[in-house]
Protein backbone atom coordinates (compact mmCIF):
# COMPACT_ATOMS: atom_id res chain seq x y z
CA UNK A 1 0.00 0.00 0.00
CA UNK A 2 1.52 3.51 -1.05
CA UNK A 3 -0.29 6.58 0.68
CA UNK A 4 -0.63 9.22 -1.85
CA UNK A 5 -0.15 13.09 -2.11
CA UNK A 6 -2.85 14.72 -3.96
CA UNK A 7 -1.30 15.36 -8.06
CA UNK A 8 -3.09 18.89 -7.91
CA UNK A 9 -5.17 21.25 -5.65
CA UNK A 10 -6.40 24.44 -7.11
CA UNK A 11 -8.52 27.24 -5.42
CA UNK A 12 -10.56 30.27 -6.14
CA UNK A 13 -13.33 31.92 -4.18
CA UNK A 14 -16.06 28.90 -5.77
CA UNK A 15 -14.03 26.25 -4.26
CA UNK A 16 -11.40 23.12 -3.78
CA UNK A 17 -10.23 21.42 -6.40
CA UNK A 18 -8.06 18.18 -5.08
CA UNK A 19 -7.02 15.92 -8.10
CA UNK A 20 -6.34 12.20 -6.31
CA UNK A 21 -4.61 10.49 -8.82
CA UNK A 22 -4.63 9.55 -12.58
CA UNK A 23 -4.81 6.01 -14.10
CA UNK A 24 -6.85 4.06 -16.32
CA UNK A 25 -10.07 3.06 -14.04
CA UNK A 26 -12.64 0.61 -15.17
CA UNK A 27 -14.65 0.59 -12.35
CA UNK A 28 -15.33 2.75 -9.10
CA UNK A 29 -17.35 1.71 -6.03
CA UNK A 30 -19.07 3.28 -3.06
CA UNK A 31 -18.89 1.53 0.17
CA UNK A 32 -20.66 2.24 3.35
CA UNK A 33 -19.58 -0.46 6.50
CA UNK A 34 -20.27 -1.00 9.89
CA UNK A 35 -17.75 -0.37 12.70
CA UNK A 36 -16.10 -3.94 12.90
CA UNK A 37 -16.16 -4.85 9.31
CA UNK A 38 -13.59 -6.52 7.54
CA UNK A 39 -12.95 -5.62 4.31
CA UNK A 40 -11.17 -7.52 1.57
CA UNK A 41 -8.14 -9.51 3.02
CA UNK A 42 -7.16 -10.94 -0.90
CA UNK A 43 -5.00 -9.80 -3.53
CA UNK A 44 -5.40 -8.77 -7.26
CA UNK A 45 -3.33 -10.69 -9.58
CA UNK A 46 -3.78 -8.08 -12.40
CA UNK A 47 -5.77 -5.26 -10.73
CA UNK A 48 -4.51 -1.69 -9.38
CA UNK A 49 -6.87 -0.48 -6.64
CA UNK A 50 -6.98 3.06 -5.66
CA UNK A 51 -9.10 4.08 -2.37
CA UNK A 52 -10.54 7.21 -0.93
CA UNK A 53 -11.35 7.41 2.36
CA UNK A 54 -15.01 9.60 2.85
CA UNK A 55 -15.57 9.55 6.35
CA UNK A 56 -13.94 7.55 9.45
CA UNK A 57 -10.90 5.27 10.19
CA UNK A 58 -9.18 1.96 8.84
CA UNK A 59 -6.68 -0.41 9.90
CA UNK A 60 -4.99 -1.34 6.72
CA UNK A 61 -3.24 -5.12 7.39
CA UNK A 62 -3.37 -4.73 11.14
CA UNK A 63 -0.57 -1.55 10.58
CA UNK A 64 -1.61 1.84 9.42
CA UNK A 65 -3.99 3.30 10.14
CA UNK A 66 -5.93 5.46 7.39
CA UNK A 67 -8.41 8.38 8.29
CA UNK A 68 -10.97 10.50 6.34
CA UNK A 69 -9.18 12.05 3.42
CA UNK A 70 -6.71 9.74 2.56
CA UNK A 71 -5.91 8.39 -0.23
CA UNK A 72 -3.91 5.33 -1.12
CA UNK A 73 -3.18 2.41 -3.88
CA UNK A 74 -3.17 -1.14 -3.37
CA UNK A 75 -0.89 -2.72 -6.43
CA UNK A 76 -1.29 -6.24 -7.41
CA UNK A 77 -0.12 -9.49 -5.60
CA UNK A 78 -0.50 -7.27 -2.57
CA UNK A 79 -2.90 -8.72 -0.14
CA UNK A 80 -5.03 -5.92 1.47
CA UNK A 81 -7.27 -5.78 4.56
CA UNK A 82 -9.17 -3.30 5.76
CA UNK A 83 -10.79 -4.03 9.51
CA UNK A 84 -13.40 -0.61 9.86
CA UNK A 85 -12.42 1.33 12.91
CA UNK A 86 -16.61 2.96 13.36
CA UNK A 87 -18.52 3.80 10.31
CA UNK A 88 -17.17 4.12 7.50
CA UNK A 89 -17.49 5.20 4.00
CA UNK A 90 -14.81 4.25 0.71
CA UNK A 91 -14.88 5.00 -2.90
CA UNK A 92 -12.78 2.43 -4.35
CA UNK A 93 -11.35 2.89 -8.27
CA UNK A 94 -10.41 -0.64 -9.95
CA UNK A 95 -7.88 -0.51 -12.96
CA UNK A 96 -10.01 -3.69 -14.48
CA UNK A 97 -13.64 -4.34 -13.54
CA UNK A 98 -14.76 -6.82 -11.15
CA UNK A 99 -16.88 -9.36 -13.17
CA UNK A 100 -18.12 -13.12 -11.70
CA UNK A 101 -16.42 -14.72 -14.82
CA UNK A 102 -13.18 -13.27 -14.00
CA UNK A 103 -13.34 -11.46 -10.70
CA UNK A 104 -9.29 -11.36 -9.91
CA UNK A 105 -9.82 -11.82 -6.47
CA UNK A 106 -7.17 -14.00 -4.94
CA UNK A 107 -6.85 -15.79 -1.00
CA UNK A 108 -3.43 -16.44 0.10
CA UNK A 109 -2.70 -20.02 0.89
CA UNK A 110 -1.86 -21.21 4.57
Known sequence: MKLLDPEYVH???R???TQLFTDNI????HYHADGGSV????YHKETTEYFYVVKGNILYNEKAVLTKG???VVYPQEN???????EVELIS????PYTEEDPDIWQKSL
Open 15 to 17: RTL
Open 39 to 42: LGNH
Open 80 to 86: HKLECIG
Open 26 to 29: KQVN
Open 11 to 13: EDN
Open 70 to 72: DCF
Open 93 to 96: FLTK
